[in-house]
Every structure is written in C-alpha cells, then in structure tokens.
C-alpha cells in the first residue's frame, strides 16, 4: 500500500486535541472528536488494506486479524502492565476495583460496553479511570473483526453490491446515532451500532480511492476541497462541547471533513503538504501510543491529587505523554511489528497476554480492591461505607415514582420530599431533627420538584425528560389526593434548570434555554402547591466548587492528608453558581428558603468535615451521617414549622 505522509499528520490533527481536552483546556471544548477522526482514518485503511489484498490473491480473514494483533497489542497491554503499579498504590478500593474490571474488559474488547454500562464518557468519575479512552480501540476491534468477514460473504457479488450493503447499513447506523443521540445518549457514544457509519465513511474512501477509473478534479478544487475538510475538523474542536448531542448528525461535521481531506488531499496539493510537515508527520507516527499514554497520565494524577490539578501540571503531562509515546513505539510498537510475522503465531501471544490481564482483573475484582498490604490501610473499608450512596429512606426510591412502602415513615405522613437526588440527600437531616417526623419520600435522579418541564443533558436525554415530567405530575396528583400531607420539601441541584447552559423539555415537547423558562415554572409550581394549602420549604442545594468533595475526603484518610485541603472556599462556590443562588433568591418572594450554606460555612469557607463528621459524600451530595449533622444543627423540622406560621401570618 502506497505511503501517505498527509495521513500522518491527519492523525497528528486528530490525537493533539484529544489530548488538550481531557487535560481540561477549555479552548478544545470538542476535542473529543479526534477519535471520529481516527475511526474515519481506520476505516479508510482497513477497507485500502482489505481490497490490495483482494487484488493480489491474497486476501485471509487471519492474515489480517495477525496484522491487527501486532499494530494494536504490544503497545496496549505495554500501558496496561504499567498502569498496575499506579492502581495498586494510588486507587481507592472501589476505584481499583473498577480497574480491575477494566483490565478484564480491555482484553476482551468490549470495554466500550463496559463503560456504557459505568457513567458515560462525560461523566463526573470518568476521568478518574486510566483505562477510559479504550473505549474507541473496542469499536475499532470489534469492526475489525465483523468487517473482514463481510468481505469474505459479500465479496463473491462484486463491489457494487458489498457498497449497496454498506450504505444501507451506513444511513441505517446513523439514523440510530442521531435517535440515540437524544434519547440513549451514553448507548449512542460507545457502542459499534451508532458508532459503524464513522468508521464506514472511511470505507467508502477507500473504496473510492482504489477505483482506477475514479473522476479527476482539478488541483484548485482539490485544494478548497481539502482545506475545507481541515476547517470543518477545526470547526468542531473549537465550537463543540460536552453539551453538543454526540455522535448524530453533528459528528457529520469532524468525520465528513476527514473524508475530504483524505480523498483531496495528497502531496500535490498545499493543504496536503502543510498537514504533512515534519512535525505533524512525526506526531503521527507516534499518535498511537500518545493516545494510550495521555489518559492514564491524567487519570492517574487526578487520582493521587486531593483536589483537581493546576493546568500546568497538565500541560506537563501532555508533554510527557509524547515523550513515552516515542519509547513505547521506538522500542515496544516497532521492534514487535517487524519481529511478529505471520507464522510467529502473534494472536496465540496476544491472546496469553489477554489470559494474564484478565487473571489480574479478576483478581482485583473478586477481592474488592483490597489485596495485599492495601488490607491493612486503616478504616478505608469503613469510610467508604460511610461514604455510600445516600438515597435517603431506602434506594427504592431513588429510578422512579414509587409506592414502596420503604419510602416513607409512617402511612398518614406529614411531610413530603420531593425532588431529585439533591432533596433524598436532606432525608436523615429531617429525622434527626425529628426522630417521630412521618415522612413520604418522592424523589428520582436528575428529577427536580417542577411541574411541566424536566432538564436534558448528554447523560438525560428527551426520553429521560419526558418520564420526569410524567413522575412529576404523579407526585402531584399523590399531593392533590394526600390530606394528611402538611409541609412539602422541595430541593434540587437547580443548575440543570437555571444554570447558563441548561436545556429543558417543556409539556409540549419544546427544547428551550431553562433560565427563564425552568424559574417561571418552579414558582409556577410553588403556587400550585400552597393552592392545595400546603406549605412549601425550598432547600437549597450545598455550596460547591466542582471537585469531587468527598472523594478528597476519602483520600485525605488514605493518603494520611489534611482534611481541610477538602474544604470548598466561599468565593468559589459564589463563583459555580451564581445563577442557582440569583434564582434561589428570586424563589424567596413566593416561598421560604433554607440555606444550607448556614450550616456550613464561615465568611470564606464551607467545611467538608465538622467534628469528625464527613459532611460530603461526593461533589455536592451529604452523606448519611453528614445529612444527620447539619439536619440537626440547622434543626430542618424546626424550619418548616416556621414556615407554616409564616403563611398562618
């Protein structure tokens, strides 16, 4: 196959702001569709590589499953056995614990399943795992191993029905991206089916490429032809965002400009010769293992940090994941690439080295993170414990509306909680501050206390927000039909409402900024409940500053740190969420607020731990014992009974 220098620096065009954008350098906000960009590039080579083969006689399913086997595994599981050390001494239990499962997934190709299944690719905790990014190599892999296939069952019908097929299944995958996109976001992104058209459009390229009768275009076409498939690239580095609905039609943008640039952009054309310095040409080569490198780098030190990173020290990780990039395809990637030829039998090597990593996985797994001398790490074990999941009365009533009678204290209850994971976390602070308080729980994930209109995210999509507006209007019509019901606690982490970039789905099935319309319909919403003479209490959310609050807290007890480095400064809380107080403080005219920060902080700190309490459990949630606390110091009970005089005067 015929050597393009332009491909090289294509990848260099791909991997660099995927790099930036995990290191967190908001300028690369869209970074993440590098990886488009490289599947577009994989597809072209494979289908180039596939229909040389055809061409010479000498194409075998096997031959290029051991070709794919020698460029991916020596450096994979090279990354692999070097993160163990590093999870071993730096991963809390259940975090290593979740590596460990990981080492099992990556060298059983499905850790895009794996990480579907976990958080997402957005998620809070999703930087924090070293082995996130293989993700991509499993959908890779796994089209690796249909595609050859598909040759071999289509091939005998001739080119134009194999691409016949393929386009079918190319609008067909990117139909379902774009459906997925919205309403099974997390599915959307990691899995082959809404991923397979990306990597198809690269096949077509190659398909197009190899055809010697192909149409010629003039040079200056191919060179706008070019430069705007580089622009479009660029276009989505810069202007896309987490909040960007990913892969449907917007991953057109990156993916279609890499097709342009492949099929016009050769070392005839300037745009090609740019893309094909020096400099990019190397980085190309070394795209790979820098891929494999950055993220452990990231993940890691984000792991041994109490608290996220100055961007210096991600710049010098970026820095230094090129440098181990070149070691590992000086002496890793090429040495075994040229020593495993076809009868070195480099599957049956993969696949004992897949057996080690998998025995190592298990392992941790099976023990739950806590192996070795890692057992003796004082009370870690029972930290996390205290550090659990706080649902409130029971995880009954945490995924939907629920009747359980776990979810409530006592069957004619006074007091109803409402609202998503923000209004379970105040439940033990209501008991404690009144252990006969007769409580009804109705809370869901991500579910704030507002009828008629529900928030959307990458994680929510319009599926999600249509049930919440339905489980909203069942714990009203439950309100409506529950006399005994006198005080309505109503909390929320409001920002998926009010915040500067918050969507919201209204009853009609409109997708609108939620500032305006998320405050009109909370008060709406008040209203509507003291209409049916009940008392509402807005609770605010804690005072945050987008770290992970309880996690440093857990490290602080397992690296032996200073708790106080966990605290979240006033000024940066003001700062996160300034648009969920100026709401909050607009909510005060119709109804009374408690703000929990009264509870927690001075003039210039909010404490994470009081009294040997661990108040947080994560980047805003309290947890049990921390609920209890300041239940009890803010005296919820006592709140809500002034709250009722208040409406009485």
Known sequence: ????????????????????????????????????????????????????????????????????AKRILPALFFVMLVCIPFAWLWLLPDDLKDFSQSLVAVSMCASNVLFWLEDGYFGADAELKPLLHTWSLAVEGQFYVAFPIFFRMFGRFGKRWMLLVLATLFFASLALAQWGAYAKPFAAFFLLPTRGWELLLGVFSGFYLRQPDRARFRRGWSEAIGFFGVALILYSVFTFSKATPFPGVYALIPTVGALLFIVFATQATTVGRLVANRAFVGVGLISYSAYLWHHPLFAFARQRSLREPDPLVFALLSAASFGLAYFSWRYVEAPLRKRWNIQSKALLYGSITAGFFVGVGSIGWFVDGTYGERANIPNIARVGERMAVNHGLSSDCERTYSESPSCATDKMPEVLVWGDSYAMHLVQGLVASNP????????VSFCGPVLDVAPMNAKYGRSWAEKCIRINDQVFAYLKNKPSIK??????????????????????????????????????????????GKVPVVFSPTPQDGDNIGRCLMKSIFFASDSALCDVKVSASQ???????????????????????????????????????????????????????????????????????REIR
């Open 1 to 68: 196959m015929e050597y393009r220098r332009e491909i090289d620096g294509l990848r260099a065009l791909a991997v660099l702001p995927v790099i930036l954008f995990h290191a967190g350098f908001e300028t690369f906000s869209g970074g993440f569709v590098g990886v488009d960009v490289f599947f577009v590039i994989s597809g072209y080579l494979i289908t180039t590589i596939l229909l040389a083969d055809i061409e010479d006689g000498t194409f075998s399913i096997l031959k290029f499953y051991e070709r794919r």
């Open 436 to 443: 006969n308080i007769k409580l009804v729980q109705k809370t």
């Open 487 to 532: 005080y309505v606690v109503m909390s929320s982490l409001f920002s998926q409402f009010v915040g500067r970039d918050a969507t919201v789905l209204t009853r009609g099935g409109e997708m609108v900024s939620g500032q305006k319309a998320s405050l009109e319909a909370i008060v709406s919403t008040i209203k509507r409940v003291k209409e049916l």
């Open 575 to 645: 700062t996160r969420q300034v648009e969920v107080w100026d709401a909050l403080r607009e909510i005060e005219s119709v109804a009374p607020v408690v703000w929990l920060a009264e509870g927690l902080c001075s003039s210039y700190v909010c404490q994470a731990a009081m009294e040997g309490v661990l108040v947080y459990r994560d980047k805003g949630h309290l947890s049990r014992e921390g609920s209890a606390y300041v239940g009890k110091r803010l005296n919820f009970y006592a709140r809500l009974e002034r709250a009722a005089e």
